[in-house]
């Protein structure tokens, strides 16, 4: 039987009939690149990530930080990868900084920012999304909680977008590498100097409560604040941008939400929690295994690299009926998009505020959305899965420029 390939083009575009034929056929299973081994139903996902014992956190390096990178990455020393009881002392700090009512802050920046680039949209007429709308929006946020300069969004673009892309680069690409070690490099040198200018002086954000905080009288050290700043542009670029686009594209796919959530607003965090269930933006992380384990019967030997696949399993048949059907009225939405466990994503909350305002703000002012391409690209990565561009009409409503 031949490995499937993650990266060929078939599957990167639409991945999921080839998910579901795993979960018939081989739900545990080694496949390319590089034979490692997938997980590709809802409750063995759920279990490996329960289970920090055997399923170790440090498999995200592989991807993050390959051997082929020969350059250290930050993000490899942060939150994401730490196991017991490192990772809870590192989430006892952050939880400390943040908290709901941080969130609840930011609501009004997020809105106005949404409501002006809304009102863009609609002027303009006929945009590419997620530069023209969704990055602009989610950098706005980071910017009040880290102090970054907005100025610099296409910067933050790029090294997001090539530190989670490590893992889908040959070996043998070298340019590619070479840009992504400038990127890393780039990005380093920005938070060395943010941290030293709040050093300075502590100011009314999320990076200045950090250097506050304090846990059992151990202050976060300056790596531990430097792989922070990684997690959380990295994390808070990625997951919430292509949040936010993969909502614009199921409103471009399904033009029949747009009047439905105007007529019924209570559909609204429903719609998101299915655009998350059916488009998860984190498509898969990776664990490595501890000890020798089993799991449907299938022997990992032990330092395996295993990719739990949260998009495979989030369209599991045995957890939620007709799983390919979008439906945000389904009740079981026991939704994996942001992780599980002691690894639940601590941004959850600000990803899914920012997906409601900023879809609040666009139904009031875009009647309906229409692609502009007949094909996507989509991003090379393991871990997430978004398209590199969305070109999109927003045909506004006929009240929308005075309302």
């Given at each position: 039987?031949?490995?499937?390939?993650?990266?060929?083009?078939?599957?990167?575009?639409?991945?999921?009939?080839?998910?579901?034929?795993?979960?018939?056929?081989s739900?545990?299973?080694?496949?390319?690149?590089?034979?490692?081994?997938?997980?590709?139903?809802?409750?063995?996902?759920?279990?490996?990530?329960?289970?920090?014992q055997?399923?170790?956190s440090?498999?995200?390096?592989?991807a993050s930080?390959?051997?082929?990178?020969r350059?250290?990455?930050?993000?490899?020393?942060?939150?994401?990868?730490?196991?017991?009881?490192?990772?809870?002392?590192?989430?006892?700090?952050?939880?400390?900084?943040?908290?709901?009512?941080?969130?609840?802050?930011?609501?009004?920046?997020?809105?106005?920012?949404?409501?002006?680039?809304?009102?863009?949209?609609?002027?303009?007429?006929?945009?590419?999304?997620?530069s023209?709308?969704?990055?602009?929006?989610?950098?706005?946020?980071?910017?009040?909680?880290?102090?970054?300069?907005?100025?610099?969004?296409?910067?933050?673009?790029?090294?997001?977008?090539?530190?989670?892309g490590?893992?889908?680069?040959?070996?043998?690409?070298?340019?590619?590498?070479?840009?992504?070690?400038?990127?890393?490099?780039?990005?380093?040198?920005?938070?060395?100097?943010?941290?030293?200018k709040?050093?300075?002086?502590?100011?009314?954000?999320?990076?200045?409560?950090?250097?506050?905080?304090?846990?059992?009288?151990?202050?976060?050290?300056?790596?531990?604040?430097?792989?922070?700043?990684?997690?959380?542009?990295?994390?808070?670029?990625?997951?919430?941008?292509?949040l936010?686009?993969?909502?614009?594209?199921?409103?471009?796919?399904?033009?029949?939400?747009?009047?439905?959530?105007?007529?019924?607003?209570a559909?609204?965090?429903?719609?998101?929690?299915?655009?998350l269930?059916?488009?998860p933006?984190?498509?898969?992380?990776?664990?490595?295994?501890?000890?020798?384990?089993?799991?449907?019967?299938?022997?990992?030997?032990?330092?395996?690299?295993?990719?739990?696949?949260?998009?495979?399993?989030?369209?599991?048949?045995?957890?939620?009926?007709?799983?390919?059907?979008?439906d945000?009225?389904?009740?079981?939405?026991?939704?994996?998009?942001?992780?599980?466990?002691?690894?639940?994503?601590?941004?959850?909350?600000?990803?899914?505020?920012?997906?409601r305002?900023?879809?609040?703000?666009?139904?009031?002012?875009?009647?309906?959305?229409?692609?502009?391409?007949?094909?996507?690209?989509?991003n090379?990565?393991?871990?997430?899965?978004?398209?590199?561009?969305?070109?999109?009409?927003?045909?506004?409503?006929?009240?929308?420029?005075?309302?």
């Amino acid at each position: 039987m031949t490995r499937l390939n993650l990266f060929a083009p078939d599957v990167r575009e639409n991945p999921y009939p080839f998910y579901a034929a795993l979960r018939r056929e081989s739900p545990v299973c080694q496949v390319d690149p590089n034979g490692m081994w997938v997980v590709t139903r809802y409750d063995d996902v759920v279990a490996a990530l329960k289970d920090t014992q055997v399923f170790s956190s440090a498999g995200l390096r592989l991807a993050s930080e390959p051997p082929y990178l020969r350059r250290h990455n930050p993000l490899s020393r942060s939150l994401l990868m730490a196991d017991p009881p490192r990772h809870g002392q590192l989430r006892g700090l952050i939880n400390r900084a943040f908290t709901a009512s941080t969130v609840a802050s930011l609501e009004p920046l997020m809105r106005s920012t949404a409501e002006r680039l809304a009102d863009e949209l609609v002027e303009r007429r006929t945009v590419e999304f997620i530069s023209d709308f969704a990055l602009r929006a989610q950098v706005s946020v980071l910017a009040q909680l880290l102090g970054l300069d907005p100025s610099l969004k296409q910067h933050f673009k790029r090294w997001a977008t090539d530190i989670v892309g490590v893992s889908g680069i040959s070996p043998e690409d070298r340019a590619r590498l070479d840009e992504v070690r400038g990127s890393i490099d780039e990005m380093e040198r920005y938070a060395q100097a943010l941290l030293a200018k709040r050093r300075s002086r502590l100011e009314d954000d999320w990076l200045s409560d950090l250097l506050r905080a304090r846990l059992d009288n151990n202050e976060l050290t300056d790596d531990d604040l430097i792989g922070f700043i990684f997690l959380f542009l990295v994390a808070g670029l990625e997951t919430t941008v292509t949040l936010m686009t993969q909502v614009v594209l199921t409103l471009a796919r399904r033009p029949e939400w747009m009047d439905r959530l105007r007529d019924e607003p209570a559909l609204i965090a429903p719609f998101i929690e299915e655009v998350l269930r059916v488009e998860p933006p984190i498509h898969a992380t990776i664990r490595l295994t501890l000890a020798e384990t089993q799991l449907r019967g299938v022997r990992l030997p032990a330092q395996s690299a295993v990719l739990l696949l949260v998009g495979s399993g989030l369209r599991d048949e045995a957890r939620f009926p007709d799983p390919d059907r979008f439906d945000p009225e389904r009740r079981a939405q026991a939704n994996l998009a942001f992780g599980h466990g002691a690894h639940f994503c601590v941004g959850a909350p600000l990803a899914r505020t920012q997906a409601r305002v900023v879809l609040e703000e666009l139904l009031r002012k875009v009647r309906r959305f229409e692609l502009r391409t007949e094909r996507l690209d989509w991003n090379m990565s393991l871990n997430t899965r978004c398209p590199l561009e969305l070109p999109v009409e927003a045909v506004s409503r006929p009240w929308a420029q005075c309302a």
